[in-house]
């Protein structure tokens, strides 16, 4: 038999029965389509949150005053006041620091010609824009210069800008070189920077940063206590090695002897990076639990589909055995048909799939990502399913004899 | 499995090898039984049946309904294995053919038309009769041309050739399986009831078609009820439970069918093969 008519004799074959196919078809392109699309959330929100986690800065260490986690009941942590500028300028001494950025937080109303708002004020040097990875969007950052000479400059958070400015596309004025209040101290717009995403009150793009010395001095009150210090290490490997030197050094400059009654905190980013990544892990497998549930049912379907026809496929096997099919003629027929709906179904699978983790994207505002290893995996497995459930049978029925085959009920 | 070589000699050349009698008979049977079994329950379809048929042969086997006809032909068209007995298919024992020499016989030398009449469904009328030029590798364009003789041949209109084979009368259907028979152009057709189905006249045209098929030297066994189509064959042969019951040459030229002489009570199945041997000199 030509390869030419084997392709015909399935194409008519699958063609003569549209129900039986289009069930079948339906049964691989759901369970397909759902493995794609719910991994690719999965693999999406991971992508995201690790995104989330670099985009705070890379190889980056915070020290927070108060209560270290495991110091028991204290007071509470973020609070307190024990770093000092002064603990800063040590830290920055140590060889394996690449940079330093005190900084000094408050919450405060502010107030702009256009409107009002309260937010999160952070008072750094220069340090900060490369140390928490900000990028601008216009303007510049605070300057070392403007830290030295108690300048009374602000740059805003894209959030802030909006909602103090309007939208620059949308007729709002463009915040820099306007001026703002913040606790009654007028202080110019130098810059504004570009959105990083994120969530929460302490999200970066609803920040607005100022000089150190000037905050220090006109918002917080002429303090000389830190509230974080974000510190970049000179690269990944020696992150361990730096929090365990900043540990140590500020035991000894606050003469404490018991680390775990320490009056401060040091985080590493890296930490955080595998706690989260590990959740959004499970996250993933969670999705791609219920998607394998999903290609099962639908594979349960093809085989359902398959074993139904059995009866009306083995007359038909025995009829052309009857007019003188031979049995490898049947068999590469089956085989073929099963090929043909399980790759026609798969494709439509990945297409749906594909389109419904765009749409996620789209309308949804949850990150999607395909991953080639889940597409494969949704392939392979349906194809399987289709192909032995659909050849097997029929590679049985052919070694029937005609008459027996046209007779089976 | 034999060997390719093997297989294309059996075809050129007739029986050789085999220790059955190389006396040149298109088929040949010895007891052959078939019993089906379905639960506890037994089903004699035959018991015991031996007869020869020679190439070149017109055959009718008529008999009551249930008497195992159907069963018998099966036997023949090696679409079904006897329970025991032997069977020997132009001089070589069938049951020690592969699963692809049976396939090669069956779509080869063999045209056989179902009582009911095996269609693919959903399929179009010029499909189905191509299908065993199909199996066979034959190229497109003499596929059709052959369809169409063979459907011409079957008396079916042009017009029904493209319809799908669940859009026919019964009548058609039985046209459209007798055009698959024929299409092969094989050595032996078997036709269980090939005119049940039809009016006098499309039966004619049918019937004429074996005639010619006959005159040419195919070899054809058919199986009726009606002693009309019965007379235009050249033996009759009569089957009860199983059993032969009468071998008759109808001792005359089919031309003169309806002035046939009363039937001659034929020998019992063991002197079957002598009967056979004289339809020779009749004919
Ligand atoms: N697959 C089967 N299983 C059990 N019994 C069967 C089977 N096929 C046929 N029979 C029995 O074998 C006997 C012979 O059947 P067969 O079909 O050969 O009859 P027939 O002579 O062709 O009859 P008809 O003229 O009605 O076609 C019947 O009694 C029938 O019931
Ligand atoms: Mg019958």
């Given at each position: 038999m030509k390869l030419s008519d084997i392709l015909e004799e399935s194409v008519i074959a699958i063609g003569a029965n549209k129900v039986r196919s289009g069930l079948t078809v339906l049964g691989i392109v759901i369970g397909i389509a759902s493995v794609i699309a719910l991994t690719a959330i999965g693999q999406g929100s991971q992508a995201s949150i690790t995104s989330a986690i670099e985009s705070a800065g890379s190889n980056l260490l915070t020290v927070s005053p108060g209560a270290s986690s495991s110091g028991g009941v204290r007071g509470a942590y973020g609070g307190a006041k024990t770093l000092l500028l002064t603990d800063a300028e040590a830290i920055s001494e140590l060889s394996l620091v690449k940079a330093i950025a005190p900084q000094v937080t408050g919450r405060y109303q502010v107030i702009a010609t256009a409107g009002n708002?309260?937010?999160?004020?952070?008072?750094?040097?220069?340090?900060?824009?490369?140390?928490?990875?900000?990028?601008?969007?216009?303007?510049?950052?605070?300057?070392?210069?403007?830290?030295?000479?108690?300048?009374?400059?602000?740059?805003?958070?894209?959030?802030?800008?909006?909602?103090?400015?309007?939208?620059?596309?949308?007729?709002?004025?463009?915040?820099?070189?306007?001026?703002?209040?913040?606790?009654?101290?007028?202080?110019?717009?130098?810059?504004?920077?570009?959105?990083?995403?994120?969530?929460?009150?302490?999200?970066?793009?609803?920040?607005i940063y100022v000089p150190l010395s000037t905050g220090m001095r006109f918002l917080a009150g002429e303090t000389t206590y830190l509230s974080t210090l974000s510190i970049t290490a000179v690269d990944q490997k020696s992150m361990d090695q730096l929090q365990t030197d900043i540990t140590?050094?500020?035991?000894?400059?606050?003469?404490?002897?018991?680390?775990?009654?320490?009056?401060?905190?040091?985080?590493?980013?890296?930490?955080?990076?595998?706690?989260?990544?590990?959740?959004?892990?499970?996250?993933?497998?969670?999705l791609a639990a219920i998607a394998g549930i999903s290609l099962l049912v639908g594979g349960i379907g093809i085989m359902n589909m398959m074993l139904t026809t059995v009866t009306e496929r083995t007359r038909e096997i025995g009829l052309r055995k009857a007019i003188g099919a031979k049995r490898r003629d049947i068999s590469i027929q089956f085989l073929v048909e099963a090929v043909i709906m399980t790759f026609l179904s798969g494709i439509i699978g990945v297409v749906v799939g594909w389109l419904a983790s765009m749409g996620i994207n789209h309308f949804g505002g949850l990150n999607s990502v395909i991953t080639v290893q889940w597409v494969v995996i949704a392939f392979g497995l349906s194809a399987l399913i289709g192909i032995v459930f659909g050849f097997y049978p029929a590679r049985r029925a052919s070694g029937l004899n005609p008459i027996q085959a046209l007779r089976y009920e | 499995?034999?060997?390719?070589?093997?297989?294309?000699?059996?075809?050129?050349?007739?029986?050789?090898?085999?220790?059955?009698?190389?006396?040149?008979?298109?088929?040949?049977?010895?007891?052959?039984?078939?019993?089906?079994?379905?639960?506890?329950?037994?089903?004699?379809?035959?018991?015991?049946?031996?007869?020869?048929?020679?190439?070149?042969?017109?055959?009718?086997?008529?008999?009551p309904s249930g008497s195992g006809k159907s069963t018998l032909m099966h036997i023949l068209g090696a679409l079904d294995n006897p329970t025991s007995g032997e069977y020997y298919f132009e001089g070589q024992e069938i049951s020690e053919f592969s699963d692809d020499e049976l396939a090669d016989m069956r779509r080869l030398r063999i045209g056989f038309v179902f009582q009911q009449f095996n269609l693919l469904p959903r399929a179009t009328v010029l499909r189905n009769v191509v299908l065993p030029l199909v199996y066979s590798g034959i190229p497109r364009g003499e596929r059709e041309e052959k369809a169409e003789a063979a459907l011409r041949k079957a008396g079916l209109e042009e017009s029904h050739w493209t319809h799908l084979s669940n859009q026919l009368s019964g009548?058609?259907?039985?046209?459209?399986?007798?055009?698959?028979?024929?299409?092969?152009?094989?050595?032996?057709?078997?036709?269980?009831?090939?005119?049940?189905?039809?009016?006098?006249?499309?039966?004619?045209?049918?019937?004429?078609?074996?005639?010619?098929?006959?005159?040419?030297?195919?070899?054809?066994?058919?199986?009726?009820?009606?002693?009309?189509?019965?007379?235009?064959?050249?033996?009759t042969i009569r089957i009860m439970d199983g059993l032969i019951v009468s071998d008759q040459r109808n001792g005359h030229h089919r031309a003169a069918a309806v002035a046939a002489p009363a039937p001659v009570d034929a020998a019992a199945p063991a002197e079957t093969a002598a009967a056979a041997g004289e339809t020779e000199v009749v004919s």
């Open positions: 708002s309260n937010a999160n004020v952070i008072a750094t040097t220069a340090a900060y824009e490369t140390v928490r990875n900000v990028t601008m969007s216009g303007g510049t950052f605070i300057t070392d210069s403007d830290t030295s000479s108690y300048s009374k400059v602000a740059v805003l958070g894209s959030t802030i800008a909006t909602d103090l400015f309007g939208d620059p596309a949308a007729g709002g004025t463009d915040p820099i070189g306007q001026t703002i209040r913040i606790k009654s101290t007028k202080f110019t717009i130098v810059g504004v920077t570009a959105a990083k995403g994120g969530f929460g009150p302490d999200n970066a793009d609803n920040a140590d050094l500020l035991l000894t400059r606050h003469k404490i002897s018991d680390s775990t009654s320490a009056d401060f905190r040091v985080m590493n980013q890296a930490d955080l990076a595998s706690t989260m990544t590990s959740t959004s892990r499970t996250l993933t497998l969670l | 499995m034999k060997a390719s070589a093997d297989e294309t000699t059996r075809e050129r050349d007739m029986p050789t090898v085999n220790e059955a009698p190389s006396s040149g008979h298109m088929i040949e049977c010895r007891d052959l039984t078939k019993v089906y079994l379905s639960g506890d329950q037994e089903t004699h379809a035959l018991c015991g049946v031996s007869l020869t048929i020679d190439p070149g042969e017109y055959v009718a086997i008529m008999g009548g058609q259907i039985q046209r459209v399986a007798i055009a698959r028979a024929l299409i092969n152009d094989p050595a032996l057709i078997l036709a269980d009831e090939p005119t049940g189905n039809l009016d006098t006249k499309t039966g004619d045209i049918i019937l004429e078609t074996f005639n010619e098929l006959n005159d040419k030297g195919h070899t054809i066994v058919l199986i009726t009820h009606e002693s009309a189509v019965a007379e235009r064959a050249r033996r």
